[in-house]
């Protein structure tokens, strides 16, 4: 079974879209772009387009490549004190001599929609929903939940340990009660951790890593690997095979990567909502 | 095998000590204590006695249980101002009316030297390691390392998910490239998950949780459990059939608990670094 990803996305906008109609005024999101690589413009782009689609107000804030820390810290504490801009994102990654960590960490944990800041991932570890968590892994836990309904007793296997997927999707699998295997480059026997999986989750960048060999029959295969060879787009699993030995599995594309600026709306109407004093579930 | 926590908490106290004794002046540890139960008196009295046996300035500030929360923040707010003050803890338990994690949060991150802040979290699920760990994680890592050199290629298995132990363990070790599972009271067949670890950490206060016929013949136990029944102190592991089964076992007590100490005096020292812009590895 082929995991709609697509399907499930279009229903989260649409209820985000009425959502926002409702409101008495629209949400904004800020973007800061420094470095213009054509994968970078083509994410802004996407971005932008959700973000309008669904009637968030989208503003880009473009800089020189040569551009110095500082001048983007400063307009970082521009936004953070501009009460009509809600969510902030600096586009990664940064040139060189930019200390990414250092920039992330300057803008309001309440505006940081993509959940990168010291204390979002903080109130990750801590299980503390008051915070704005990382886009990805928290489609890859709303994919799970649509299946399985919770993750409570689920043995569940992440593959790849990456700061902006594989730790923070740990963590949270963690607080939702399941076991939790985090694996990597220099696990040994991989199969040993997969086979007893209900669901395996990969972010590695190495196709073909997962086969049917290595899987029960009932897991759940989410996929967050995206390779390109020859013009041809790839995810770590070995896709074909596992679908047709009826793993529910994503596909890729369209599976996780591209349907993860779900979470990057829903974090700016939460964010929207933190700022004016709303609680809400999201 | 019994792992002599207290011979390695020996070397690195006498260590600390000849350090301690080169510099040009003291460093000094502020606790502040909130709530006179006996366990934190005895704690508190643990860490005067380390401090003062290895030469670092030991001070109390100690509080009425109806104190309000913003008079602890006041107080944290001039030990942060404070030079001549370098590491701050907070005793813990603090009484219901206080937000311990507002609390802990108005610490600086260079002197939080239990790491509980948002910064130094964060910089554990990262692996930069400029911040300041916590101690009990810190100190089985420490053991796991004086056994095994390197964590690299290991199964890791940690049983129990608080945010002083599990959680900072499980991100220290998958940063230090294990292969890591965190088990709670919810995990199906436990047993599936110890029998092929290379290392168990156990940190639930369950006695009698891990028996001989659950791991295999080379595992390493390190036992955080601690359990008073009728007077006498339990870890989680089955202590004396593990032992005669041949596992290196660390003893509650005297294996880890008490002996995180060291790590709050090694804590101390960086931040005395940090806050004097020397570089030091600890």
């Not at 400063?74 to 990414?100: F, R, Y």
């Not at 929903?129 to 409570?152: F, M, N, R, Y």
Request: glycine content about 6%.
């Amino acid at each position: 079974m082929i995991i709609d990803g697509k399907e499930m996305a279009r229903k989260e906008y649409e209820k985000l879209k009425e959502e926002i109609a409702s409101l008495s005024k629209k949400p904004n999101l800020t973007a800061v772009l420094v470095w213009n690589n054509p994968s970078s413009l083509r994410y802004i782009a996407q971005k932008k387009k959700w973000a309008q689609e669904i009637g968030i107000d989208f503003q880009l804030i473009q800089f020189e490549e040569t551009v110095k820390q500082e001048e983007i810290i400063a307009i970082l504490t521009k936004l953070n004190n501009d009460e009509k801009v809600n969510g902030i994102i600096v586009q990664l990654p940064l040139p060189c001599h930019i200390d990414t960590n250092a920039v992330i960490n300057n803008i309001s944990p309440i505006k940081d929609v993509d959940g990168f800041t010291a204390v979002n991932m903080w109130k990750v570890v801590l299980g503390d929903e008051s915070g704005l968590a990382p886009c990805t892994p928290s489609w890859v836990i709303h994919i799970c939940k649509s299946i399985w309904v919770d993750l409570e007793w689920k043995n569940v296997t992440i593959i790849g340990r990456s700061n902006i997927v594989g730790k923070p999707l740990i963590n949270m699998c963690i607080n939702a009660w399941a076991t939790v295997t985090c694996c990597n480059s220099k696990t040994k026997n991989l199969k040993n951790h997969t086979k007893n999986a209900d669901i395996i989750v990969l972010a590695t960048g190495k196709p073909w890593l997962l086969t049917k060999e290595m899987i029960q029959k009932e897991a759940v295969i989410i996929d967050v690997g995206f390779t390109v060879i020859d013009g041809k787009i790839y995810g770590d699993a070995c896709f074909q095979e596992i679908l047709e030995n009826g793993n529910p599995i994503t596909p890729v594309p369209w599976g996780v990567g591209a349907l993860t600026v779900v979470y990057l709306m829903k974090n700016t109407l939460k964010a929207f909502y933190l700022q004016n004093k709303v609680v809400w579930i999201i």
